[in-house]
Nanobody, 121 residues
């Protein structure tokens, strides 16, 4: 069982930046594909970004490409999401997830409880 705890959310003005972090209980986090997802009020949860087990490959949703950067530190069991040039439409609860499979089609079995990101215009 992998436990994930997100942090770093908050209120920021449009154009600002936030760095989300995800702390994992799993000592061998390198076993897992890691991803970030988000869910805005009244909308379905959507994929944001994913990073391969080694950290050598990443993939992003078109809506965040060029603005967000996912990274991981397997030695510290941490995953991060640096969000720049934030827009009001980025407002959502952001979730960290651990899974298996290919980068673009990962099967995520473990989820954190989420952290709220609110971007004001």
């Amino acid at each position: 069982q992998v436990q994930l705890v997100e942090s770093g959310g908050g209120l920021v003005q449009a154009g600002g930046s936030l760095r989300l972090s995800c702390a994992a209980s799993e000592r061998t986090l390198s076993r897992y594909l890691m991803g970030w997802f988000r869910q805005a009020p009244g909308k379905e949860r959507e994929f944001v970004a994913a990073i391969s087990r080694s950290g050598g490959s990443t993939i992003y949703a078109d809506s965040v490409q060029g603005r967000f950067t996912i990274s991981r530190d397997n030695a510290k069991n941490m995953v991060h999401l640096l969000m720049n040039s934030l827009k009001p439409e980025d407002t959502a609860v952001y979730y960290c997830a651990a899974g298996i499979g290919a980068l673009a089609t990962g099967d995520y079995a473990y989820w954190g409880q989420g952290t709220q990101v609110t971007v004001s215009s």
